[in-house]
């Protein structure tokens, strides 16, 4: 709809203007309601240009574009503002256009022939899935359903932490203090290994140098070590298989930093080629201009290479697979200089001119304590905070009305969809920059701004329409003079979704999914408490709130199917 509006402006400007040309103007909600829909500072911008009063050339645009149906009026504010209202009309034909393209609301093409690469997720191989890889892992995941709902080719690529010294250390453990068969060792138990060794490093650092030696033989293709890390990562998969099955979270490609290792000599030549690379103390270095950030190892003096060397390896073959137009990097904050570093060595290297690189930096997750823990106190890991949601869940389902009836394997689907999404909501409806504090009365919240909240409204909206037919909401006609105030508050809040849609992709902030669909819930269930819906005073005001309704229910379906959340049925 901004970009309608924003066309009509140009056209205007052409007519009135001739000869002027505004390249960017602003067009934007107005914070106050009572000023419109959206308002313009375009007269501001030709008033400069032309030397003359802000205030009457908004007045001559106002005159121009207010013929234009789907307003039903234009003002002017001092000292240039031009407001726009939308017409009821124009309300009506969104609520329809709701109606029926149903889950397809709020699609674009805007990203058509356009590729997005997602580098999402990228747990290390043989630690346990941590609760710090719940932010990569959905926010990736919002940003993929995001661009392709706009119509990119998008690619969710699960860079795997499976390479590097790391191994080394972890191979030494279990060579010296395992206890059993390889293929029998959980994640955790690997884990207990690894820090194993660090404990005694510590008393004997002779050890950080036998765990750099098998890390060489790793990379020399050593076929112990190369058996061994197989099954390192195999173990790793199958766990993370199942918190992704959990989560419901997919991805297009899963190569892990082993799969660049072939490709390592052929940019380790190209760097010192270029004379980007040079040697120091026995290890080769990238050195930035005018010392912009601080110089990186990209081999070590013992010829084994870093995971910057992977990285650039990585990007390369991107390039050359799928020639993409932005890749996204959806990692920790902690690896701000990382990607800095990287991004301007791939500028040094002159290896694009078309693609754009993002590193979507997210922040950590506290408590309010400061420590995480479960009911049972021990150390959490992710899959524990998603078991404890669904068991949460279970019981304020069972505490409520509107449950009974359901049998138990209903209450255990509708646990699952519940809990999970309250952890994910939670976490999305705050900026990725942001730091989480994890809170489970807020995560569970059913008035508040949370994911069962909005599930909550979903369902109400779905039981109201279950009591309807489907004849009554498709025609309906109402005048204005009859509508609500609570009911066109509504109305000027739902039409946004398309551009909430775009805005939250360009934003790299799934967040704005989460305030637009929170207000709008908010803004119904005020609504719903006030005015009856199948009882309405007449079938016209009748059939009105039932299709107002179904557009909600429709909005919050697809706000959550964008997020990765499922809705029940019931609740």
Not at 223 to 238: G, M, Y
Not at 281 to 302: R, T, Y
Not at 368 to 390: C, M, P, Q, W, Y
């Amino acid at each position: 709809m901004k970009e309608k509006i924003k066309k009509t402006l140009e056209d205007s400007v052409k007519t009135l203007f001739p000869g002027i040309k505004i390249q960017k103007f602003q067009i934007e909600h107005p914070e106050r309601k009572e000023l419109g829909d959206y308002s313009t500072n375009l007269a501001f911008l030709i008033a400069k240009e032309l030397k003359e009063k802000p205030i009457e050339i908004a007045n001559r645009i106002a005159t121009s574009v207010k013929k234009e149906k789907i307003f039903e009026r234009v003002e002017v504010k001092e000292p240039g503002f031009i407001n726009f209202f939308f017409s009821l009309d124009f309300f009506f034909k969104e609520l329809k256009k709701i109606f029926k393209k149903k889950e397809n609301y709020g699609k674009s093409k805007i990203g058509k022939g356009k590729t997005v690469i997602i580098d999402y997720s990228s747990p290390n191989i043989a630690k346990p899935f941590g609760i710090g890889h719940l932010r990569s892992t959905i926010i990736g995941q919002a940003l993929y359903n995001l661009y392709k709902f706009l119509g990119y080719k998008v690619i969710g690529d699960n860079h795997l932490g499976d390479w590097g010294t790391q191994f080394g250390k972890l191979i030494f453990a279990i060579k010296k203090w395992g206890k059993k068969k390889i293929d029998d060792y959980s994640v955790n138990e690997l884990e207990e290994l690894y820090v194993k060794f660090h404990k005694e490093a510590e008393k004997n650092p002779q050890l950080e140098e036998e765990g750099r030696k098998w890390f060489k033989k790793l990379e020399e293709g050593e076929r112990e070590a190369r058996k061994i890390w197989k099954t390192l990562v195999k173990i790793s998969l199958k766990e993370f298989e199942r918190i992704y099955n959990l989560l419901g979270v997919k991805f297009d490609v899963v190569l892990g930093e082993s799969f660049y290792e072939p490709m390592l000599k052929e940019i380790i030549e190209e760097l010192k080629k270029k004379k980007i690379a040079k040697e120091s103390q026995g290890a080769l270095i990238i050195e930035f201009p005018n010392n912009e950030f601080p110089p990186v190892i990209v081999q070590k003096s013992d010829g084994t290479t870093t995971y910057f060397t992977r990285d650039l390896a990585t990007i390369k073959y991107r390039l050359k697979r799928w020639n993409p137009d932005l890749i996204i990097y959806e990692v920790g904050v902690d690896q701000k200089l990382h990607f800095q570093q990287l991004f301007k060595t791939v500028e040094i290297l002159r290896w694009t001119k078309k693609t754009k690189f993002v590193h979507v930096a997210h922040g950590l997750y506290r408590t309010k304590t400061g420590k995480f823990s479960t009911r049972k106190g021990e150390t959490v890991h992710l899959e524990d905070v998603l078991n404890e949601a669904i068991e949460r869940a279970r019981e304020i389902i069972e505490k409520s009305e509107t449950s009974r009836g359901l049998t138990e394997k209903e209450k255990e689907k509708i646990s699952k969809i519940v809990g999970i999404g309250a952890v994910k909501y939670n976490d999305l409806s705050q900026h990725p920059s942001k730091d989480i504090v994890f809170d489970w009365g807020k995560v569970l919240n059913l008035k508040g701004n949370s994911a069962p909240y909005l599930q909550y409204t979903f369902v109400r909206c779905q039981s109201v329409l279950r009591k309807a037919k489907k004849s009554q909401i498709e025609n309906c006609k109402l005048r204005i003079e009859k509508l609500k105030k609570e009911e066109i508050e509504i109305l000027r809040e739902i039409y946004k979704f398309p551009e909430i849609v775009q805005d939250a992709a360009e934003k790299f902030s799934p967040n704005l999914i989460c305030n637009f669909v929170f207000e709008l819930a908010r803004n119904y269930n005020f609504f719903y408490d006030i005015y009856p819906i199948l009882k309405a005073e007449d079938k016209e005001i009748k059939n009105f709130r039932l299709l107002l309704t179904k557009a909600v229910a429709q909005i919050i379906q697809n706000s959550l199917f964008l997020l990765g959340i499922e809705v029940p049925k019931r609740m």
